[in-house]
């Protein structure tokens, strides 16, 4: 029996699969390829245990796969993630996580599988409450650009509540603070994969606001621990989980710690606030804690150095082989 990972061609999928390949499972891989990376679908190609499907999860025919009639668990990931993409594209961000989200449901009622919702921190929104524990309710606009995200994770975490009360699929909900590291598209948008790309360039590092806005960083292997035991536990079933690191930063303080790091001479310039950007975040994590004993152990610094070596061996590929 396999496991299915929609998204796969993501930054988090991506790195999801190589571990759960690496432990030896058949990985069945779905993405429609908006913003995820053929490369990363090739590097999964490398194990025969894996399988991808380009298709839209939001497509109601994706029920009609007999290959999918096989899998026990399903990580249901497919979305755009960066407020760059999915300001870009609202409604099919609207749509892979409601559409998207019932059909994974579906299928995991089908199949009597688990299901793994990736839902997010923006589910708080711009918090009133601080730090973020799972039973605060948010303070969500939707009358705004970050709404076709914010709103449509929630909105799929109400079919997940749904298919779970009315129908017992037994289902959990990740909610993912901002997780980093190599593997970031150079221009996906996001704060880390921007600001370590300028450094690594000599760009000006580009800080929105007066960078006193907060966001707690998770390092990619941190998150993809806390995913997989949140899919095994028992006592995850019907749960809302907040994975992410619980140590705050300012954007400020990321933009010095990034040029301190790369030994980077970039300028860091200050730039518009885009609306409703959040001014504070952070988890609390005594539930995962307490249900899985998760927690981060990965530091900034080090999950830092880490990307930061990576993006600056690609940035040395790309200057040797500019066509590439
Ligand atoms: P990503 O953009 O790198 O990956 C998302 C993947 O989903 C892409 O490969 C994209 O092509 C695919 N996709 C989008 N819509 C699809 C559709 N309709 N059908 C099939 N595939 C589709 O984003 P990521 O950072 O890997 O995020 C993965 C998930 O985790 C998302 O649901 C995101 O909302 C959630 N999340 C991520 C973070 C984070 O910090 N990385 C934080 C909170 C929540
Ligand atoms: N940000 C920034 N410069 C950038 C990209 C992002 O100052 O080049 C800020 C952004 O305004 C936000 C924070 O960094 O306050 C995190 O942004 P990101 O898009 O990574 O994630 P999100 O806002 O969804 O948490």
Redesign the pocket.
Known sequence: MSVLI????????VHLASALLKDGETVIG????????IR?VRKLMDFETFHFMQ????DRRVLEFDLLYDVREIY???????PK?YQAFPF??I???TD?TRNMLELALRNRAKLLY?????AYGDPERHPQPEEYCGNVNTWGPRAC?DEA?RMGEVICYEYHHRFHVDVRVA??????SAG??ND?G?VISNFVTQAIGGEDITVYGDGSQTRSF?YVDD?IRGLRLMMKSKETNGEIINIGNPKEYSILEVAQLVKKLADSPSRITFHPLPKDDPKLRRPVIDKANRLLGWKPEIELDEGLRRTIDVYRAEFAAKVATPSS
């Open positions: 929609t998204g796969v061609a993501g930054f988090l999928g779905i993405d429609n390829l908006s913003t995820g990376q990363n298709f839209d999860v939001s249901h990931l497919a979305s755009p993630a960066s993409y099919d961000t749509r892979a996580n998207g990736a839902s997010t921190s923006e995200y994770k909610r993912i603070f901002n997780t980093y970031l598209r996906d996001r998770c998150n």
